[in-house]
Each structure stands twice: as C-alpha cells, then as structure tokens.
C-alpha cells in the first residue's frame, strides 16, 4: 500500500491508515525476525569456528611442548 492510496479530499482515510500501519508493522516484525535468525545462524557458525581453532591451538600447543621436550632432552644427552 502506498501513501497515495491513503488520500480521499483534503484528508486520510482512518480504516487506510489503521491499515498501513498494521502493514507496515507486519513488514518490520518480518524483517526483525529473519535478521534475528540470520545473526542466530552466525553466531553459531562463529563459535563452531572458535571451537575448531581452540582445539587446534590445543594439538599445536602440545607439539611444540613435545618438541620442546624433545629438544631439551637432546641437548642434556650431548
């Protein structure tokens, strides 16, 4: 519905205007809630990601502490 549809003389037509409200709600209740899922979907890709790049920090932090080991135990038997 668009502004022009509301015009009827010098005024607006209540039952119109009561209309495009409701419309104009309906659009924003729709749009608020597919932005709100979207962000919903996002985050839980970001902490899926976050998980991965934690376990990963987690096997490279235990290589280098073996390699360390592996290093310091090297040198103490030169």
């Known amino acids: 519905m668009r502004v022009e549809d509301l ?3 010098f005024g607006f037509k209540k039952d119109s ?3 495009l ?3 104009m709600d309906e659009e924003f209740s729709r749009k608020l809630t597919l932005q ?3 962000a919903k ?3 839980s890709e970001l902490e899926e ?3 991965a790049l934690q376990e990963e920090n987690t096997a490279q932090s235990r290589d280098l502490h073996l390699l360390a080991s ?3 135990d090297m ?3 030169s």
């Open 7 to 9: 015009k009827k003389g």
């Open 17 to 19: 205007v009561y209309r």
């Open 21 to 23: 409200i409701a419309y």
């Open 36 to 38: 709100e899922e979207n």
């Open 41 to 43: 979907k996002r985050i």
């Open 49 to 51: 990601k976050l998980k």
């Open 70 to 72: 592996t290093i310091s």
């Open 75 to 77: 040198e103490s038997k």
